[in-house]
């Protein structure tokens, strides 16, 4: 199992230096110190907007404060993030229902099993489902997911009305007794309208069926895209109102200040990351472990600053 610390290795190493230095300077940061900061978190993928933001809040912060250094970036990144709330799944309603939405390739297939198999150790019954009718290789491939996790899969013909496996999924998770539905989609293009109207059908048959909306619609984003990312989740969330983020891939990033623009950007809340290909690298994101991989550990710290004297 990847742990945040070591998916977080390289954008730490990345940041650790510009942020030793924040964190030794004892009275006001200088223009170079800010600079540098400035240019280490671009790379890091946050976006400029609250490049600026945080910077002038460590300035002003700075200033006749008696908390450490580190504890003003650590609240300040925290604070970032929106809401401290892990996510759990909720007793209610039943069965709960999540929509999984994105552009091709960024992880969907993948965090759809990863969620089944942490709701099953929630001791909950779920059931995948398998809407990508494109490929033949797409059902395949959640099928192969639910034997391992051990859930119940409803999985479309080749070809077959996407809009039609969702309510045919829904259907079978309520006759079931399913405690979560966990409807995987195909990947799409953004731009291709066809397919966004697609998306809008499996969301309206969902709740048909239902006889609400899906209460969740999760984008599933690329922690390599950059800030392209946003502009598709912008997309997806005009066709299905997007409720949430998994952001995967972070193993192995150097940019996971990406996070950060993409809750600034979209105000939803990042519910998951991914942290590898296992079914068990996937956590449920924590703002304070986060920040806590970003920033190393207190001690680590302190031997950084300390050999920098
Ligand atoms: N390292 C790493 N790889 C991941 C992660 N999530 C998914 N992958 C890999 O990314 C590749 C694509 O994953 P899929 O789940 O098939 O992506 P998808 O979005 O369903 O793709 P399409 O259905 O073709 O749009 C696979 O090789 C996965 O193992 C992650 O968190 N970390
Ligand atoms: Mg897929």
Redesign the pocket.
Known sequence: MVTWIDALSKTRNKLSGALAKVFRKSDGLDDDTLEELEDTLLGADVSMSLVMEWTEALQKGYRGLQVSHREIVHDLLVGALGEPVAFEWPEEPRPYTVLIV??????????AAKLAHHARKARLKPLLAAT?TFRAA?AD?LRVWAERVNCDVVAGQQGADAAAVAYDAVDAAMARNSDAVII?T??RMHTKQPLMNELGKVRRAIKSRLEREPDETWI?LDAGMGQNAIIQARQFHEMAPVTGVVV?????SSKAGFVFSVVKELGVPVRFA????GLD??AVFDPSAFVDALLGSKQEETVQSGKGR
């Open positions: 994105g552009v091709n390739g960024t992880g969907k297939t993948t965090t990508d797409g491939q995987d195909a990947g599933v995967t891939k972070l193993d192995g991914g942290l590898g290909e690298d996937l």
